[in-house]
T-cell receptor, first 113, second 110 residues
């Protein structure tokens, strides 16, 4: 019963490098979300998806891209990493869009130097 | 702009104390308010509140919403060291989004 799995758990990037964060869920959830968490700022929504093949921008989408080619996977890409993207990234999924149904992954700590 | 403000930002208490965490919000098209507990990693769901004045309770934790004054409180009675965590408040508004507050870091000392 894996729930929501994020890979990798930790990563250090140099400025300008690219990477992809993977979120996988095995609960057949329609909705998937990428958040970033910074000290003193809570969780902020980057992008989300309401179903396979769909994506939409959240509160802080700049510098990120996403794809949802398969229902169970939601990828977050950084094309050219910047120090401002140093953060902890959380993926979440839900069966419906109501907040109580969110299942969060354990997070990815990304440092851009 | 929609916003969710939590207070205090941090709190240190001793075991057995009672604490009250606050969450105020300004959002368009309010649907519900949620409380999460975040220990070391992923936030876990505590309560969802949609109606004013109806207390939700789970063991030593309880929460209530005031939709007129636009705030919610989370109470924890007889605190234990295991209650140490960051408590997040989030407001669900019908934009396929939850707006989170910055969180309250609670530390319970033995």
């Amino acid at each position: 019963n894996a729930g929501v799995t994020q890979t990798p758990k930790f990563r250090v990037l140099k400025t300008g490098q690219s990477m992809t964060l993977l979120c996988a869920q095995d609960m057949n959830h329609e909705y998937m979300y990428w958040y970033r968490q910074d000290p003193g700022m809570g969780l902020r929504l980057i992008h989300y998806s309401v179903g396979e093949g769909t994506t939409a921008k959240g509160e802080v989408p700049d510098g990120y891209n996403v794809s949802r080619l398969k229902k169970q996977n939601f990828l977050l890409g950084l094309e050219s990493a910047a120090p401002s993207q140093t953060s902890v990234y959380f993926c979440a999924s839900s069966y419906t869009r109501v907040g109580y149904g969110y299942t969060f992954g354990s997070g990815t700590r990304l440092t851009v130097v | 702009e929609d916003k969710v403000v939590q207070s205090p930002l941090s709190l240190v208490v001793h075991e057995g104390d009672t604490v009250t965490l606050n969450c105020s919000y300004e959002v368009t098209n309010f649907r519900s308010l949620l409380w999460y507990k975040q220990e070391k990693k992923a936030p876990t769901f505590l309560f969802m509140l949609t109606s004013s004045g109806i207390e939700k309770k789970s063991g030593r934790l309880s929460s209530i919403l005031d939709k007129k004054e636009l705030f919610s409180i989370l109470n924890i009675t007889a605190t234990q060291t295991g209650d140490s965590a960051v408590y997040l408040c989030a407001v669900d508004h019908n934009n396929n989004d939850m707006r989170f507050g910055a969180g309250t870091r609670l530390t319970v000392k033995p």
